[in-house]
């Protein structure tokens, strides 16, 4: 039962490099999230997609785009990287909105050197 | 604007002793979530709490909600060191149709022998 997948685990990019993280889920839910998780400033929202074919703005999006290739993936893309975007970035499912409990994945952990 | 604030943010406790997070928010939410984050992993839900009074329990943890106070507690009962981890809360901002989740920083949980 794998849940919530993300890759890669870990990443380290110089400033200005692309990069894209994958995020797939096999539970059949609606619901995905991106969040980052820095230090001393708790979980922000960066995109959200509340159902296959839609994306919405979070907290965090500058910097940012996201796609919902299907109901299972949700991948973030960082076209041009700023050290600013060294953070641990998690991928979130729910079942339907977000008042529904929602699933992470293991992070990954990316510097931006 | 919601804020949600925890205190303590950090927390040393001995084994067999009982303590209270407590989560407060700003504005009024109509739901409050409680998730675990062991280092360097993933987090996990551990209760949704939807209205005035209520309660949750879950072995050593109990969740309760004040609306009218705008509190949440998360009360530890005879700590174990396997509870040693991070504990988030989270309130539902309610703004329409742009809902989404505001996380507290996390108090992280030392429970030593």
């Known amino acids: 039962n794998a849940g919530v997948t993300q890759t890669p685990k870990f990443q380290v990019l110089k400033t200005g490099q692309s990069m894209t993280l994958q995020c797939a889920q096999d539970?059949?839910?609606?619901?995905m999230y991106w969040y980052r998780q820095d230090p001393g400033m708790g979980l922000r929202l960066i995109y959200y997609?509340?159902?296959?074919?839609?994306?919405d703005k979070g907290e965090v999006p500058n910097g940012y785009n996201v796609s919902r290739l299907n109901k299972r993936e949700f991948s973030l893309r960082l076209e041009s990287a700023a050290p600013s975007q060294t953070s641990v970035y998690f991928c979130?499912?729910?079942?339907?909105?977000?008042?529904?409990?929602?699933?992470f994945g293991d992070g990954t952990r990316l510097s931006i050197l | 604007e919601l804020k949600v604030e925890q205190n303590p943010l950090f927390l040393s406790m001995q084994e067999g002793k009982n303590y209270t997070i407590y989560c407060n928010y700003s504005?009024?939410?109509?739901?409050l979530y409680w998730y675990r984050q062991d280092p360097g992993k993933s987090l996990e839900s551990l209760f949704v709490?939807?209205?005035n009074g209520a309660v949750k329990q879950e072995g050593r943890l109990m969740a309760s909600l004040d609306t009218k106070a705008r509190l949440s507690t998360l009360h530890i009962t005879a700590a174990v060191h396997d509870l040693s981890a991070t504990y988030f809360c989270?309130?539902?901002?309610?703004?329409?149709?742009?809902?989404?989740?505001?996380w507290g920083l996390g108090t992280s949980l030392a429970v030593n022998p």
């Open positions: 979130a499912s729910s079942v339907g909105g977000i008042e529904q409990p929602q699933h």
């Open positions: 539970m059949n839910h609606n619901s």
């Open positions: 997609s509340a159902s296959e074919g839609t994306t």
């Open positions: 504005t009024t939410s109509d739901r």
């Open positions: 709490l939807l209205s």
């Open positions: 989270a309130a539902r901002m309610n703004a329409g149709n742009n809902r989404k989740l505001i």
